[in-house]
C-alpha cells in the first residue's frame, strides 16, 4: 500500500493512505568501519597535501641556499686561478725587462715558483713554435694573438687531463724587438679546487666544474637524487666554465628542519585519533540503533496491540494475554503476568499469565509476595536479576515455585493510582538495562491503559443500553406526538373548509389564505417529522412550491437559485421561513406576475455570517412604487406575518424594493445561528 512517509531523527514513518496501516521502518545499516576508514583516507590525503606542501617549501630554501653557494664558489674558483697566473705575468715582465737574458736564467727563476706555487707541474718559456706539441702552439699563437687586445694571458684546457696550459705573452712594444716569447705554465687543476673547496664544502656537496666543451674538469661528492642544485656560469681567461653543485645526503640531514616531519606524523597521528573517535561515536550510534530500533519495535507492537483493542472492545483477558506474550518477547524472558489489585493491595487478580505452569488466573494473597505489595503500595518498579543475590522484598521460595530467577515488577498506574501490576520474569539470571527498563514501563502503560478501557468500556455499554431503550421510547412518543399534530392541522384545515355559510368574497378569500397557510405549516412539519432536527435550505424551498400549485397560473414559472449556499436550519426557524417564502412567493404571483411571468426565489451570503433570500417578480401586472419607496402592497395581512416572522422566529431584516427592469424584490437577511451550518459561497 503506498502512502505519505514522515522523516524524523533517521527513522521513517510509514502510514497507508487509508490510515489503518502504520509502519515504523528504521533506515538500512550500514558497515561501521566504512566511516572511520573513509575519514582517514581523506585525513590522510589531506595531511600528505600539507606535508607536500611543507617539503616543497624545504626544498626551495635549501635550492636557494645552493644557488649563493654555487655563486660564491665561482668567484673563489676565478679568484684562485688568477692569482695562480700572477707569477706567470711576473715571469713575463722580468724576461721583457731583460732581467732574465738567457733560457738559464728563466729555468731558476721557474722553478722558484713551482716551488712556491705547487698546482703547477711545469713553468718555460717558448720563443718559436719549433718541435712544440699542438696544445703548446695553440697557447703561443692565442698568446700572441691576445697581446692586441690584451695581455692578461690566455688559457687552454688539455684533452684527456685536468690539467690547463696558461700561456702569457712576451712582447716587446717596440717593433724592432718583437716577439721575445710566450711563458708556458702547465697548472693542475684537481689540486687547485682542493685548495679552493674546503672539507666542510666537499662533504655537503657535490661538486662539478664543466669546461668550454662541457667536459667535466673537475668531480667530487655524490650528491642526493632529484635536486636541481645551483647552476654558476665564470668566465677565467676568456674561457667560459660552468659550475655546479647539487646537495649531498648529509647537506640535506643538515638543513632539513623536523617541520615536514612533525606536519605528516604529528598529523596522521592525529588522523588516526579521529578516525578511532569517529569509530568510537559509530559503535556508540550503532548501539543506539539497535536500542532504538528494538524502541521501535515495542512501539510497532504496542501499536498493533492497540489496533486489536480497539477492533475488539470488552475483550480484555483476551488483550492480556496478548500483552504478556508480548512483555516476554520484547524483554527476551519466558514468563509474565498480569494482574489487578484491590484497593487496600493485600489481594491480587491475576488476569492473564505466560509461562508460569503453577499459578493460573484468580485472586491470590500477597502475603508470600513482598516486593508486590511493596511495588504496589509505593508505585516503583523493583528490578531482581538474581534473586539468589538478593534478599531484600524478595521470597526465594515462592520465586522457585514459579520457576523465575530474576524479574521486574511494574505497577499499572492510572494518574496517580495504582490499579494493578505486570511482572516479566525469566528462569535463568537476567542482566536488565535503562532500555529493557523503558520498554517495560510502556508495556505497563499500555497494560493500565487496557484494564481502564475495558472497565469503561463496561460502564459505557451499560449506559449505552440504557440510553438505547430511552431513544426508543422517546422515538414511540414523538411518532405518537407528529401523528397527532398532523391530524390535528387536517381536522383545523377539514373544518375551515366544510360548510362554508355565505360571506362576502373578500371573508372567503381571507379563509382560503387561511387554509393555505395551516397546509403549508402541515407540509413543513412533514418535512421535520421522520426524527429530523435540521433541515437545509434547498429542501426546505422544495417542499414550499407545492403548496403554491393552487394559485399559480398555468404560464407562471417559479425559478430557484439557491445553490450559493450550504445552511441547514433547525426545526423553528426553518418552519418560520418555510411560512415566509409562502407568503413571498404568494404575493409575487397574485400581484406582480400576471398570465405568464416569472417569480424567481434567490438565497446567497451576506456580510456578518448572515444569509440574504430574495423573492423576486417581473412586474407584469405593472404595479409601481410609491414615490416614497414604499410599495402599494405594503399593508396587507401576508407582509404584516412576513416581519412578524422574519423579525421574532429568523431575526433578521425584511425590505421590499422596486428592480430597474420592472418587478418587485422582497429580501430576507437573518443571521446563522451557532448550532446551524455556516454560509459556504460556491
Excluded at 573513509?38 to 626551495?60: A, P, S
Excluded at 569517529?278 to 498493533?304: C, D, F, K, P
Excluded at 407545492?546 to 426545526?571: E, M
Aim: aromatic fraction near 4%; proline fraction near 4%.
Amino acid at each position: 500500500m503506498s502512502g505519505h512517509k514522515l522523516q524524523s531523527s533517521g527513522v521513517r514513518f510509514e502510514q497507508g493512505l487509508a490510515g489503518r496501516e502504520t509502519r515504523l521502518v528504521m533506515p538500512a545499516r550500514r558497515p561501521v568501519f566504512l566511516m572511520p576508514v573513509v575519514l582517514f583516507l581523506l585525513l590522510g590525503l589531506l595531511v600528505m597535501v600539507f606535508w607536500r606542501i611543507e617539503v616543497q617549501y624545504e626544498r626551495r630554501s635549501i635550492e636557494s641556499k645552493l644557488m649563493v653557494s654555487a655563486s660564491q664558489l665561482a668567484r673563489r674558483v676565478q679568484q684562485a686561478v688568477d692569482d695562480r697566473v700572477q707569477p706567470l705575468r711576473r715571469l713575463a715582465q722580468q724576461r721583457l725587462n731583460g732581467e732574465l737574458h738567457n733560457p738559464e736564467e728563466f729555468a731558476s727563476a721557474a722553478k722558484l715558483v713551482l716551488a712556491d706555487l705547487q698546482p703547477y707541474r711545469a713553468i718555460w718559456l717558448v720563443s718559436d713554435l719549433k718541435d712544440q706539441p699542438p696544445e703548446v702552439a695553440e697557447v703561443y699563437r692565442l698568446a700572441i694573438e691576445q697581446k692586441e687586445e690584451d695581455d692578461r694571458g690566455v688559457m687552454v684546457e688539455l684533452p684527456r687531463t685536468q690539467e690547463l696550459l696558461i700561456g702569457i705573452p712576451v712582447v716587446d712594444e717596440e717593433p724592432k724587438k718583437g716577439v721575445l716569447g710566450v711563458v708556458v705554465g702547465r697548472l693542475q687543476l684537481e689540486p687547485l679546487l682542493r685548495q679552493v673547496v674546503d672539507e666542510a664544502q666537499r662533504e655537503r656537496y657535490e661538486i662539478m666544474l664543466m669546461g668550454s666543451d662541457d667536459r667535466i674538469l673537475y668531480h667530487q661528492g655524490a650528491a642526493v637524487p632529484g635536486w636541481e642544485g645551483g647552476h654558476e656560469t665564470l668566465e677565467v681567461l676568456g674561457v667560459r666554465w660552468g659550475l655546479r653543485i647539487m646537495p649531498t645526503a648529509a647537506y640535506v640531514a643538515a638543513n632539513a628542519g623536523r617541520s615536514p616531519w612533525m606536519v605528516l606524523w604529528g598529523g596522521l597521528g592525529s588522523s588516526l585519533l579521529i578516525t578511532l573517535g569517529v569509530g568510537q561515536w559509530g559503535v556508540l550510534r550503532r548501539r543506539r540503533e539497535r536500542e532504538t530500533r528494538s524502541h521501535l519495535e515495542a512501539l510497532e507492537r504496542l501499536n498493533e496491540l492497540s489496533a486489536t483493542i480497539s477492533a475488539k472492545l470488552g475483550s480484555g483477558p483476551q488483550v492480556m494475554e496478548q500483552l504478556a506474550q508480548l512483555a516476554c518477547d520484547l524483554m527476551g524472558m519466558d514468563s509474565a503476568i498480569v494482574g489487578i489489585a484491590d484497593s487496600t493491595y493485600q489481594r491480587v487478580n491475576v488476569v492473564a499469565t505466560v509461562g508460569v505452569h503453577s499459578l493460573g488466573r484468580g485472586d491470590y494473597q500477597l502475603d508470600a509476595a513482598p516486593g508486590v505489595r511493596h511495588s504496589l503500595s509505593t508505585g516503583q518498579i523493583i528490578i531482581v536479576e538474581d534473586s539468589e543475590k538478593i534478599k531484600v522484598l524478595v521470597n526465594g521460595n515462592e520465586m522457585r515455585r514459579i520457576g523465575v530467577r530474576s524479574m521486574m515488577q511494574l505497577p499499572l498506574r492510572i494518574e496517580s493510582r495504582v490499579i494493578g501490576i505486570l511482572i516479566v520474569g525469566d528462569r535463568a539470571p537476567h542482566v536488565i538495562d535503562q532500555m529493557k527498563v523503558h520498554v517495560a514501563r510502556l508495556l505497563a502503560n499500555q497494560a493500565a491503559l487496557i484494564l481502564a478501557n475495558h472497565r469503561l468500556y463496561e460502564q459505557m455499554d451499560e449506559a449505552i443500553t440504557v440510553q438505547r431503550r430511552e431513544a426508543e421510547t422517546r422515538s414511540v412518543l414523538l411518532h405518537e406526538l407528529n401523528h397527532r399534530v398532523k391530524n390535528s392541522l387536517a381536522g383545523i384545515v377539514a373544518l375551515l373548509s366544510v360548510g362554508e355559510p355565505e360571506m362576502p368574497a373578500e371573508a372567503r378569500q381571507w379563509l382560503g389564505r387561511v387554509i393555505d397557510r395551516i397546509n403549508n405549516m402541515a407540509r413543513t412539519h412533514e418535512l421535520l417529522s421522520g426524527g429530523m432536527q435540521t433541515v437545509g435550505l434547498n429542501d426546505l424551498v422544495e417542499r414550499m412550491l407545492p403548496s403554491l400549485a393552487v394559485v399559480k397560473p398555468a404560464g407562471v414559472r417559479i425559478v430557484t437559485d439557491v445553490g450559493g449556499v450550504d445552511v441547514v436550519l433547525g426545526t423553528e426557524r426553518a418552519v418560520g421561513l418555510a411560512m415566509v417564502l409562502h407568503e413571498l412567493c404568494y404575493n409575487a404571483i397574485v400581484h406582480g406576475t400576471g398570465e405568464d411571468g416569472c417569480v424567481t426565489i434567490r438565497a446567497g451570503a451576506a456580510e456578518g455570517q448572515r444569509v440574504m433570500v430574495e423573492v423576486m417578480d417581473d412586474g407584469r401586472r405593472g404595479r409601481r412604487m410609491k414615490v416614497d419607496g414604499e410599495p402599494m402592497r405594503q399593508g396587507g395581512m401576508g407582509l404584516t406575518l412576513v416581519r412578524g416572522l422574519v423579525s421574532r422566529e429568523l431575526g433578521g431584516e425584511f425590505s421590499l424594493s422596486e428592480r430597474e427592469s420592472g418587478g418587485t424584490v422582497a429580501r430576507v437577511i437573518f443571521p446563522l445561528r451557532g448550532d446551524e451550518t455556516n454560509i459556504v459561497s460556491i
